[in-house]
């Protein structure tokens, strides 16, 4: 399978998103599940639970460049990453974004 293949970058993304440290936010990686499109899992329930549901859409591909030799032609497949963040109910929503700023200083300006 291409190391550009749709199902290979989300696998990408995914590692990166699991890899990212929110322990600075109170949430230990123990203590917030990443559930993932079509995860057999099911959502944590309870009045102190936290999780976030990822998914990874892909855009349109365009190529890049034209490249030197055959099949050296690049391709930029522009996408979304979503983090769908779930803290507890009545509390705000100071820890939902605190961990969304740091998803997003994990993820801005990265080329998979």
Known sequence: MPSNSS???SN???TKMGAIDLSAHGVGTNA?????DNDLE???T?????WINFTVLDGISQQADIGA???NTRFRTPGI???AIHVPLRKGDALAR???DSIMDDFRSVTV
């Open 42 to 44: 099911t959502p944590p």
């Open 32 to 36: 917030i599940r990443i559930i993932y």
């Open 46 to 50: 309870g009045e102190n639970s936290k």
């Open 12 to 14: 990408k993304i995914r």
């Open 98 to 100: 605190e961990i969304a």
């Open 81 to 83: 990453a979503q983090a």
């Open 69 to 71: 030799g055959e099949n």
């Open 7 to 9: 199902k290979n970058l």
